[in-house]
């Protein structure tokens, strides 16, 4: 089978499988996520650490568009950031913690509703993120960075449930994060379908003929 009929093959078999109220919908190229930082995360830090997090994101076949949403505002903010989060978008908020869950782990938490499985907010807790990155003596900005991808993966992923191997392990360690074994840091091949396939469905039953091309970018 030549490559163009293989492709016509899938396509015809990707159009039957589409419900029939599925011929307006948008399928949407990027998800939209706010990042909300309470916590006064340094600029340079926070930029580095979505740098990394768009990466390990990406490798996943999944590309995300980054709006940030100051705590304290000097001056204009995205629009955006003032509004109840629309479809296909997310939002981390950056915390800094009780100083008594310091040691704690995991680094942050998703809200996903119990019976469908969807959510659209997680919190990242800074002070555990400083915390482990200073035990370590290892960049704050790179175990950030981890931090907001493994969030976005629970969101995408819509499950709390944890891997035993990749990002989205329960338990990260000092000694995995000084080995830095770049499978350590990242989806796995089965998690990477799983997180296409779930952005795609989001992106296909969400829109209802509402356009999301037009987004505020960072």
């Not at 200073?134 to 900005?141: D, I």
């Amino acid at each position: 089978m030549t490559f163009m009929r293989l492709l016509f093959v899938v396509l015809l078999t990707v159009g039957m499988c589409l419900p029939a109220h599925a011929g307006g919908a948008v399928i949407i190229d990027s998800i939209l996520v706010r990042i909300y930082d309470n916590a006064g995360v340094l600029s340079s830090d926070l930029n580095d650490a979505l740098k990394q997090s768009y990466e390990i994101l990406r490798r996943a076949d999944v590309t995300v568009d980054w709006v940030q949403c100051p705590a304290r505002r000097t001056g204009p903010v995205p629009a955006v950031c003032d509004t109840s989060p629309g479809h296909s978008e997310m939002v981390v908020r950056l915390v800094e913690g009780a100083a008594k869950d310091r040691d704690r782990r995991p680094l942050g938490q998703p809200i996903l509703d119990p019976g469908s499985g969807t959510g659209v907010f997680a919190t990242v807790f800074m002070n555990r993120v400083n915390r482990y990155a200073e035990v370590a003596q290892y960049s704050r900005s790179v175990v950030l960075g981890r931090a907001i991808a493994h969030e976005i993966g629970h969101l995408i992923l819509g499950t709390n449930s944890h891997s035993e191997t990749g990002l989205m392990r329960e338990v990260w360690t000092v000694e995995q994060l000084l080995r830095n074994r770049p499978e350590d840091w990242r989806f796995s091949p089965a998690q990477t379908f799983e997180l296409r396939s779930a952005w795609l469905a989001g992106g296909a039953l969400a829109s209802k003929g509402q356009s999301t091309s037009k987004r505020p970018r960072t």
